[in-house]
């Protein structure tokens, strides 16, 4: 498959989400209360058929997705990626029981998931996380705090990586599916400048048995990583569809607005200005669909096409919306404006699921290694 460039299918399933994004989810988003769980907005993606094309959609699918959502409505794009994180630990490595109690309500979009890794002092290193599975005659007792981790605490159910084997890194790690009514189980909001609910989950002697480990014991940091591996071209992908939201809405914007006796695009500083934002735009989006296809075929230098498409996207994502901002003046920063909205969503994915630094880390790794 030609990674430069989608077939007809492919950029009408896009055109279509774009309208779903805007027509149907968007009027659901407005609704919903900042920080909270928008549960009519999960449930219309359920309806929709795209929390269940998460399961069963390649990266490049997963991709086109978040990209086209993005652009449209941010919130329904979130909220469907964080399904995803949240349950793919279930779908590609729970068991039969597991997928069948937790899955057809998560595709449904009745339970809503999260992907608990972070940790007060365990973020980018978070081989280091300390929360702490306590053995005892038919399992364990889960002590400790996950941090930063979104949807929570209104999420029904986590993904959790606890620590099994004390100081022995990533290979003492598991996974556990936890439900959000285990005793012991609570939690807080925190307040954040990113749009979407973000909160801590205390755990104080919460129990877990066998059958709620996800893979096999002290192997959990494999069911981290390999959920990130898919989703990190993904959060490129939302920062693609963000740039292009920025640069469609300055396209129209210094196309009408007056100055100097013509309109703004007619000062060359300005239309150069535009024809940077959308070259960068291009290039991150061919990055994005050239590691996804990667994905897809199973190909060997995944880890660095993953790592320079999250990089390069997220950080062209942020130059993009933060000129368009520019090329705006003052209304940008009026609250309700699409561009201060998207100026507070754009900076979180240059932190989460590896930070920039972290992707040159993996690249300048992998580049090395040959
Ligand atoms: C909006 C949002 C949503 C999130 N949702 C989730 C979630 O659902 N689940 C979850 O588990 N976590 C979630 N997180 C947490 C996220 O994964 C962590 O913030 C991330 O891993 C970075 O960890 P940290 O914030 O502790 O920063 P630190 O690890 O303390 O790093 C701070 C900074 O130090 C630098 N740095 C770190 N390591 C290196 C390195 N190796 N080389 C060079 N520089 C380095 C980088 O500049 C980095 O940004 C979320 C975070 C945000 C902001």
């Known amino acids: 498959m030609p990674v430069f460039s989608l077939d007809p299918a492919q950029t009408a399933w896009c055109a279509e989400l774009r309208a779903l994004g805007s027509e149907r989810l968007r009027p659901l988003a407005e609704k919903g209360e900042p920080g909270h769980v928008n549960r009519p907005l999960v449930a219309a993606l359920g309806e ?17 997705m978040r990209e086209a959502l993005a652009q449209t409505c941010t919130e329904a794009e979130t909220a469907l990626a964080l399904q995803g994180l949240g349950a793919h630990p279930v779908a590609a490595f729970g068991t039969a029981g597991q997928r069948a109690r937790w ?25 280091a ?8 005659s ?9 941090r930063w981790i979104s949807n929570a605490p209104e999420a029904d159910f986590a993904t959790v990586f606890a620590r099994t084997t004390p100081g022995a890194g990533a290979r003492g790690v598991t996974a556990f599916l936890v ?18 609910p973000i909160g801590s989950l205390l755990f104080d002697g919460v129990p877990v048995g066998p059958a709620d480990v996800l893979g096999e014991v ?10 990130l591996n898919l989703f990190r071209p993904s959060v490129g992908a939302f920062a693609v569809g963000m740039a292009q939201a920025a640069l469609d809405a300055t396209l129209a914007h210094t196309a009408r607005r007056a100055a100097f006796g013509g309109v703004l695009k ?23 669909y050239a590691a996804a296809a990667a994905y897809d075929a199973g190909a060997a230098d995944v880890p ?8 390069l996207a997220t950080e062209t994502a942020q130059y993009v919306v933060d000129a368009a901002v520019q090329l705006h003046g003052a209304r940008a920063l009026q609250r309700g404006h699409l561009l201060e909205h998207l100026y507070r969503e754009v900076r979180a994915p240059r932190i989460y699921e590896g930070a920039t630094e972290v992707q040159r880390t993996v690249i300048a790794k992998e580049l090395y290694a040959r």
């Open 48 to 64: 929709l058929g795209l929390i269940g094309r998460l399961f069963d959609a390649g990266a490049l699918d997963l991709c086109l």
């Open 103 to 127: 899955l057809p309500e998560v595709t449904a979009g009745r339970a809503v998931a999260a992907f608990a890794l972070s940790e007060p002092d365990a973020g980018s290193d978070a081989a």
């Open 129 to 136: 996380l300390a929360l702490e599975a306590v053995p005892e």
């Open 138 to 146: 038919d399992g364990w007792r889960l002590s400790g705090e996950k």
């Open 179 to 196: 439900p959000a009514d285990r005793p012991g189980l609570t939690g807080s909001p925190l307040d954040m400048l990113s749009p979407h």
């Open 218 to 227: 002290d192997r959990g940091f494999r069911v981290a990583m390999t959920t």
């Open 266 to 288: 007619d000062l060359q500083a300005v239309s150069h200005q535009v024809a940077e934002m959308a070259t960068r735009t291009e290039a991150a989006r061919l990055l994005v």
């Open 304 to 311: 660095k096409r993953a790592a320079m498409a999250k990089l």
